[in-house]
């Protein structure tokens, strides 16, 4: 089972994800070796932010990087990618999708520090 952590804190329309790590990352049913890393984009617009790659965390890797993402108003989520680069390209592991919800308006208080985990899912929609 792979998972995505991060903690997220938000300020107007500019927010701060702090990409922590993920775990059990496979690609076709593989763990990784070496070389992940995190893609954060709003999915409206092209604004997105890299953490650097982990060249020693394997299929656990961790970055605790500190990404600040442009978000648009009207942006219902945010979508995370985590690649594994290779020696022929960068190769998708998996993706989730981040409703701005969970973190912006609602009952979270504005500037309020979370911890966010979320399943990643490969190209098919099954868990990565």
Request: aromatic share 8%; with cysteine.
């Amino acid at each position: 089972m792979s998972k995505f952590y991060s903690s997220i804190s938000i300020s107007s329309t500019t927010i701060e994800i702090t990409v922590l790590s993920a775990e059990n990352l496979k690609s076709n049913r593989r763990s990784i070796k070496k070389n992940a890393f995190a893609v954060v984009r709003s999915n409206v617009g092209n604004d997105f932010r890299t953490t650097v790659i982990d060249t020693d965390g394997g299929s656990n890797p961790k970055w605790n990087d500190k990404l600040v993402l442009d978000l648009p108003v009207q942006a219902p989520a945010l979508t995370v990618e985590v690649h594994c680069k290779t020696t022929t390209g960068n190769r998708i592991v998996g993706t989730a999708t981040v409703p701005v919800s969970d973190f912006f308006g609602g009952y979270v208080p504005e500037n309020y520090l979370q911890f966010l985990s979320y399943r990643l899912r490969d190209q098919r929609g099954d868990k990565a």
